[in-house]
């Protein structure tokens, strides 16, 4: 019957992705609601309404889509979200090297990190000229550098080449 | 006090006389408007030294200059990459974008500066001339009418954001929720911070706006090789030359009664203090849907869409300032700041200014004026040149992007925590958009959400734990009544339209 369904409403109809952020917002909210249990009214009231209100939302939700599968309408099963391909890979790559980006910040400070980021980020979007890949690094970050640490004042922690530039400059 | 021709005259000489500052002004503002996370007041407080040396009416003009600047500004990147440089732009990628995916970029970001251009002018001069009557608005705007307030606000765009309702119910109120972790008004009790000291201040809102607006407009640049479509690239090819500009400009002028009357609202919303340019924005984009005789063109690149929430962004400007003016209670953290050079300079503010000194609170919006009359000549010209950004291929401007605004999220509270929180946001907004929950929804319910609990908890301890104290105010309840109407209008007119579709058919 499920393929029955699949072939009959195509992946148009697949509303598992539709899920993930009411699940993600129910608990959520539970765990907003566990950590002012013991609060006091004033402190609690407010994110009791909210929190209800979203979980009341999130059920009629749940409902309306429990009623469109049981009529064969659509179906639980995951759509592009979790589709793997080219794109996805990129996306993880990207992701993954943001999150370096930012763990990395603290120790080898703005200008270095960027431009380590920028040159891995776009080798991994398929950027393979050399000439690109260190050129426009070097300029972003530099840019970066002049606008935000030397004009805006932004205090990263300074790495190896704000050192050299605050000793020049 | 004499308002006299000679009076307005007077002033507007003595505002254009400022050029020399207002015009570097608009430059630093349109650049710190443009960059997600870079608002103007950050900025004032960078440059809060040079202000403080000027004499006052100058570093007026300045800053005056600087925050209209920021806020037009911040509808260029979410024209050109659909991320909004404030909250206050976050209604206009909905039609703006796609405008720059038809290679229609030049036309999209002409018709933003005239409209945020025209639309603050027309506050401003109505501010001039309304100044004493508008200040009285806010006297009517308690605690209790600042909830439905911002509950309005949240359930409009809830409505308008999505072509479902419940879906952007679950986006605005999720977002509420987000925006109420942190410390409680009363005991300073810290709620669902999950063991983080960083979020004892709550959640910041710049982080958020990058992430659920930047980070994942990055993420889902891998998917396509550019912006612009194949026939968009086309069309910039072909056709993209000094006439787009033109074009906007017609387009935008053939339109003035819809800049006016959106503008106003702008101003309207400015002057309660709190509810500021995002409500606005997406009111007026609301009501312009609402009387416009093609709605379905909404969301798709209509020109009425980039309008409506640019010209009532502007002019929220002229109707924040007013309660700053009249009153001298800061009704935002720009003005905050210019509240601080002005007591710096021994100026009182509040009503005897307007027996005392007149010529200081009209001065400064005679300045606001001046401003946007040399925004136009500007930024007009420009449009051409920044229209090219949405040609620059995503494998270079996805890094670029992430890199950029990242600093935005670390530059207000100098924590790399915060950069972090964009990433967690980032992959929030990723998987909203993905599946169809619209990010602007989620955006404005964390900014609204302290300010929610706020009004509500000063509301329920002056009725002494009431609840009903909610339904207690005239205007209270006019507005809960709009609030029900916003949500069940729309199914309602959609279900009659399509009866009469079937009728019409048979």
């Known amino acids: 019957m499920k393929k029955d369904t699949e072939t009959q409403h195509g992946r148009a109809n697949r509303r598992g992705d539709e899920l993930v952020l009411p699940i993600l917002s129910l608990l959520f909210a539970i765990y907003y609601l566990y950590t002012i249990k013991d609060l006091a009214w004033e402190a609690k009231i407010n994110g009791l309404l909210i929190g209800s209100v979203l979980i009341l939302l999130v059920l009629i939700f749940l409902i309306k889509i429990g009623i469109e599968v049981t009529r064969h309408q659509s179906s639980l099963r995951f759509g592009e979200l979790f589709a793997w391909g080219r794109a996805q890979a990129s996306r993880i790559g990207l992701f993954g090297l943001a999150v370096l980006y930012v763990l990395v910040i603290p120790y080898a400070g703005y200008t270095l990190t960027t431009c380590l980021f920028l040159f891995l980020a776009m080798f991994v979007l398929g950027v393979r000229s050399p000439v690109k890949l260190i050129g426009v690094s070097l300029a972003l970050s530099l840019t970066g550098y002049y606008l935000f640490i030397a004009l805006l004042d932004t205090r990263f922690p300074p790495g190896p080449v704000e050192k050299l530039f605050g000793m020049l400059f | 006090m004499e ?14 006389s400022q050029w020399y500052v207002i015009v570097p002004a608009i430059v630093i503002g349109l650049i710190i408007g443009a960059i997600p996370g870079l608002g103007p007041a950050n900025s004032l407080i960078i440059l809060l030294p040079f202000t403080l040396v000027l004499n006052v009416e100058t570093a007026m003009a300045f800053m005056v200059a600087l925050y209209c600047s920021a806020r037009m500004g911040a509808g260029i990147p979410a024209i050109l990459v659909n991320i909004p440089g404030t909250a206050g732009a976050a209604a206009t990628p909905f039609d703006g974008y796609p405008m720059s995916q038809k290679g229609l970029a030049q036309r999209a970001l002409t018709l933003s500066f005239v409209a945020s251009a025209l639309g603050g002018l027309i506050a401003s001069i109505f501010s001039i001339f309304a100044l004493p009557l508008l ?5 009517y705007f308690h605690s209790v009418e600042m909830v439905v307030v911002m509950l309005f606000g949240l359930t409009l765009i809830a409505v308008v954001s999505t072509g479902n309702t419940l879906k952007g119910l679950i986006a605005g109120v999720f977002g509420l929720l987000v925006g109420a972790i942190g410390p409680d008004h009363i005991y300073s009790a810290p709620r669902a911070t999950f063991g983080f000291l960083e979020l004892y201040d709550g959640v910041p809102v710049v982080a958020a706006l990058i992430g659920v607006f930047a980070i994942s407009e990055a993420l889902l640049m891998t998917e396509v090789k550019s912006i612009v479509t194949d026939v968009g690239k086309v069309h910039m090819a072909t056709q993209t030359r000094w006439a787009e500009t033109i074009i906007g400009v017609r387009m935008a002028f053939k339109r003035w009664w819809h800049i006016v009357w959106t503008s106003f609202i702008g101003l309207g919303v400015g002057v309660v203090p709190g509810a500021g340019a995002p409500i606005a924005a997406f009111v007026a984009y609301q009501q312009s849907r609402l009387f416009s005789k093609t709605p379905e063109k909404y969301g798709t690149g209509h020109p009425e869409g980039i309008l409506a929430p640019e010209s009532a962004n502007n002019g929220v400007t002229s109707g924040s300032l007013i309660p700053l003016l009249t009153l001298g209670v800061p009704g935002g953290s720009t003005a905050a700041i210019m509240l601080i050079v002005i007591q710096y300079h021994g100026i009182t503010l509040g009503p005897r200014i307007f027996l005392d000194r007149p010529e200081f609170p009209y001065g400064v919006l005679m300045a606001m004026v001046v401003t946007y009359l040399f925004m136009v000549g500007t930024i007009l010209p420009l449009a051409r040149y920044m229209s090219r950004v949405t040609l620059v291929p995503t ?3 996805a890094p670029a992007i992430i890199s950029f605004t990242l600093v935005g999220a670390f530059a207000p509270r100098m924590y790399m925590f915060d950069m972090g929180l964009a990433l967690v946001f980032g992959v929030i907004g990723y998987i909203a958009r993905k599946t169809g929950y619209q990010v602007s929804a989620i955006l404005i319910g964390v900014i609204l959400g302290p300010y929610i609990e706020q009004y509500f908890m000063r509301a329920l301890r002056i009725a002494e734990g009431n609840p009903m104290v909610l339904f207690s105010s005239r205007i209270g309840n006019i507005l809960w ?23 019409a058919s048979l």
């Open chain 2, 135 to 139: 200040s009285r608005v806010g006297y």
């Open chain 2, 481 to 503: 009544v709009f609030l029900v109407l916003s949500l069940v209008a729309p199914p309602l007119i959609g279900w009659y339209k399509k009866r009469k579709a079937d009728h």
């Open chain 2, 3 to 16: 308002f006299t021709f000679e009076f307005l005259s007077s002033l507007f000489t003595a505002s254009l």
């Open chain 2, 395 to 397: 494998q270079f401007l």
